[in-house]
């Protein structure tokens, strides 16, 4: 019997229902069609093998590394040519770079460098060689200046920061009037290896490099941007390179301790047993002082200026001139002018009175003085210069002895060498502590070198296993069974052709598949009267049971044989 559907059995469809009006309808119908249904397997095997190679191939391909950057196209085609003659595959990505497999690399960088390859343009002082005759200045000058920043250029990628730089250099033309005299500046673009950052130490090193390669050009006059437009350079701004070098004093004398701290205490306890550390709180600070003090108590005549006046009482002079009226007045005495006459004095030696005449002493009737007096008046300036030392912190850890810890007798006798040794002074407040502990063992780990995972043949052994796998898990859950149902569905039909007999038919006739139900001697004996279904289960039962059939075959033989 036919199983196809006669056109009163097919279902109806809407009949708004267009040619794409039910698409998981049409989708299911074309899937339901015997000859699809039979190359469905075939098709899922070629799909998940297909899917294992994409996989494979993903997995497989090695990391790609930029071989050249921003070359030109007739480079580009050199550089191919040489990498597919040397067999070393290469591709070119969005970005125009040229990139082989990381493995690759360095091979192909020496393959291309023996060959004189990329055939760019020259850069730095060759650029000169090129000049054509009778050049104009300014074309000369042009030249000259993009020669100097090429040279430039390469002498700061040599930093191992640095991975690409561009120096623009601006050069005023020069002039004999003062007033119209311009200083060169300087422009430097970096692009910094990744994760990697420019120390201030770096930045002024660069900002002098530039400075003493262009005449007249001052330290002030260069500007450093990184890739991020982070300004590096910082223009005029000496407070902060004061600022470094205090900072570089402190760190040398902490250096300065925790050496001495090290070659003492190496020798008692061993090298690795001990780590030590020094804070020391520095006076950066510069003080200058200037005093001035006076003695309040002992004052001291500078200058006296003044005047005074007198008179004298008695006769006037008189006498017999003569001989002892000639001769010479005696000698003069200062006296002060306040001073009295002594009783008693005897007369200068020499002097001589007239006769009846009387030796006055004058009389001070007015004075008029001025004196101006000073007191003691002392003046110092001190000076206390940089670099004291305010308060010193030291920590000093100790290993541990065989896991036990050091006893408090061995730590006092170290905490006493480390005072003596950075000069402890207890008015400074200075602290030195020293303890045992046991050590990690992080410090031997670094000893031992990189671990295994970040040995470089780790990747690649991961990227091959894990392909590997993939494809393992492609073959035995895909490929194997599906090979095994194509092939037990081949089998079926060639082993129902065999032994039609046996096979049981229905009530109208058609073969019951394998999923029929055992046919029993009750089926046979309740059977109807049709001839069709008795043949049927007659077939069922030889099926299901050979053996009894065989012997009712022969039971059968006997009885028409009797």
């Known amino acids: 019997m036919s199983n196809a559907l006669t056109p009163t059995d097919a279902p109806l469809l809407p009949a708004s229902a267009g040619r794409f009006g039910a698409p998981l309808a049409q989708m299911r119908g074309i899937l339901a069609q015997p000859a699809v249904k039979r190359a469905m397997p075939l098709i899922f095997l070629i799909g998940l093998v297909a899917a294992g190679f994409l996989a494979w191939s993903l997995v497989s391909t090695p990391p790609q590394r930029i071989l050249f950057a921003n ?29 082989v497999a990381e ?19 020259p850069g730095g002082y060759q650029i000169l060689d090129q ?8 074309v000369e000058g ?26 623009h250099l601006a050069t005023p033309e020069a002039s004999v009037f003062v007033r119209d005299k311009t200083q060169p500046t300087a422009s430097v673009v970096l692009k910094l290896q990744p994760g990697r950052a420019l120390g201030d130490a770096q930045t002024r090193a660069i900002v002098n490099l530039v400075a003493s390669s262009v005449p007249g050009m001052a330290p002030e006059g260069v500007t450093i941007v990184d890739q ?55 006076d950066l600070d510069e003080n200058q002082a200037t005093r001035e003090s006076y003695d309040k108590e002992g004052a001291v005549l500078a200058a006296e200026q003044g005047a005074w006046t007198g008179s004298k009482d008695g006769q006037a002079p008189g006498g017999i001139p003569g001989a002892l009226s000639n001769t010479p007045p005696p000698a003069s005495t200062i006296t002060a002018p306040n001073a ?7 007369a200068a030696p020499g002097a001589t009175t007239a006769a009846g005449a009387s030796q006055a002493t004058p009389q001070k009737q007015s004075d008029s003085f001025t004196r101006t007096y000073e007191t003691g008046k002392q003046v110092s300036v001190t000076r206390q210069a940089p670099g004291g030392i305010k308060r010193l912190s030291v920590a000093v850890l100790l290993r ?10 061995e730590i006092q006798q170290v905490t006493q060498l480390v005072q003596a040794a950075v000069g402890y002074n207890q008015g400074r407040a200075d602290q030195v502590t020293v303890i045992s502990r046991k050590f990690t063992t992080t410090a031997d780990a670094a000893d031992k070198g990189p671990a295994w995972y970040d040995a470089p043949w780790v990747p690649l052994a991961a990227r091959n296993a894990t392909a590997l796998v993939i494809a393992l898990l492609v073959l035995f859950l895909g490929v194997r069974p599906l090979t ?67 012997l009712a075959v022969r039971d059968m033989i006997k009885a028409d044989a009797q």
Do not use: C, W
């Open 71 to 99: 070359v030109t196209d007739a480079d580009k085609a050199a550089i191919t040519t040489a990498l597919d003659g040397a067999s070393i595959k290469s591709s070119i990505d969005s970005s125009g770079s040229i990139t």
């Open 103 to 121: 493995d690759d690399f360095h091979k192909a960088r020496m393959l291309l460098a023996s060959q004189n390859l990329p055939k760019a343009a």
């Open 131 to 138: 000049l054509p005759m009778g050049v104009s200045r300014a």
């Open 142 to 167: 042009e030249r000259l200046r993009q020669a100097r920043e090429t040279e430039l250029a390469r002498s700061i990628e040599e930093i191992d920061s640095v991975a690409e730089a561009r120096v």
């Open 228 to 282: 991020m437009g982070a300004l590096l350079s910082k223009k005029g701004n000496e407070a902060n390179a004061a600022g470094d070098a205090r900072i570089d004093y402190q760190r040398r004398i902490e250096d300065k301790y925790r050496e001495q701290l090290v070659q003492l205490l190496t020798p008692l306890v061993g090298a690795g047993n001990f780590t030590a550390e020094v804070q020391a709180d520095v």
């Open 340 to 346: 009295q006459p002594t009783p008693g004095a005897a």
């Open 400 to 409: 541990e002895e065989s896991g036990k810890p050091r006893s408090q007798v």
């Open 484 to 550: 095994k149902a194509l092939l037990k569905k081949r089998e079926e039909p060639a082993g129902a052709g065999n032994r039609p007999a046996l096979s049981m038919s229905g009530p109208s006739g058609e073969e019951a598949g394998p999923g029929a139900p055992p046919v029993s001697i009750d089926m046979l004996e309740s059977a109807g009267n049709s001839y069709d279904e008795r043949v049927g289960l007659v077939r069922g039962f030889t099926r299901d049971n050979p053996a009894r059939a065989a």
